[in-house]
């Protein structure tokens, strides 16, 4: 379980749990939320409440943010992450907080596994962008990380010259949606529901659910069997710098906004894997029902 996996690293650490925040609304009680709810109940999650429901898509559109006089631009969910070489290593996932308030970007567990570590023995990550080069816009290190049964990481957010949104990478489609808004979370339920994901490699790029409860076993770098499992298999397409990246659902009707379900494993041209989020709420690891305020 994740806390076998992550407990020797979080001992003598004030990290709690995650916690992502609802944004409450209208549609706050609807069935998709009610699903997710009676889903992760069994867990005990911590959910918050954001103050405002954004009823107006422009007020979300830019992708940039003044604060304390200066312009930081916004990560982005599916925004890539370089190490301190420029290399691409994953892409940008959820938003969660610890039960201080700190701000951590889930990613793929398996990323910077070949990246070089600061003096504190991590993997610094900074902003990428689809179509730039590396930006060293710091987001900060990638503290805990468990690539196995559960493939995620959680980048503890310190970089001062970035921040945070609501909002998902669209940008190959300009005249359509741009940008994608979070409005709620939810799960998949059915083999054949349409899924899509926006990553850094591949993009944004929709398919189907093929498989459910998927457990695929490989050699690591080290040449060790590695098990991961309770992912949801697709026919997305992705590729190796994917992993991380964020996948959701939507209707047409509901355009720009969006529902997240899961995060990018990993991915081929043909298939690719995602963790549900469920399968982060396992012994003491906490989500709710929004993400990336």
């Excluded at 990323?111 to 987001?139: A, E, H, I, M």
């Excluded at 770098?221 to 309770?230: L, P, Y």
């Amino acid at each position: 379980m994740i806390d076998s996996i992550l407990k020797p690293i979080l001992d003598n650490s004030s990290f709690g749990g995650t916690y992502i925040n609802k944004i409450t609304g209208p549609d706050e009680d609807d069935e998709v939320n009610k699903n997710f709810i009676d889903s992760a109940a069994k867990f005990n999650p911590n959910i918050q409440y954001s103050e405002t429901y954004p009823t107006d898509s422009t007020t979300l559109e830019s992708s940039i943010e003044k604060r304390d006089g200066l312009i930081h631009p916004q990560l982005l969910g599916g925004d890539g992450l370089h190490d301190r070489n420029g290399r691409p290593v994953c892409s940008v996932g959820l938003r969660v907080q610890d039960s201080n308030g700190q701000d951590y970007i889930m990613t793929g567990g398996h990323c910077g596994s070949r990246s070089p570590r600061n003096q504190q023995g991590f993997v610094d990550l900074y902003q990428k962008r689809w179509y730039s080069p590396p930006t060293y816009r710091y987001v900060g290190p990638l503290e805990y990380y468990s690539p196995a049964p559960y493939d995620f990481g959680l980048i503890r957010k310190i970089g001062t010259n970035v921040s945070l949104s609501t909002i998902i990478s669209n940008l190959d489609h300009p005249n359509l949606y741009a940008l994608l808004f979070i409005r709620d979370v939810g799960v998949v339920t059915s083999v054949g529901a349409s899924i899509c994901k926006s990553a850094y490699i591949t993009h944004f790029t929709c398919g189907e659910v093929l498989e459910f409860d998927v457990v695929a076993t490989y050699r690591n770098s080290n040449n060790q069997t590695v098990t991961k499992k309770e992912m949801i298999r697709t026919n997305l397409e992705g590729g190796h710098g994917d992993s991380g990246g964020t996948v959701y659902t939507y209707s047409a009707l509901e355009l720009p906004f969006v529902s997240v379900v899961g995060t990018v494993v990993g991915g081929s041209r043909t298939v690719c894997d995602i963790l549900p989020l469920p399968s982060c709420l396992h012994n003491g690891v906490y989500c709710s029902t929004g993400l990336l305020r």
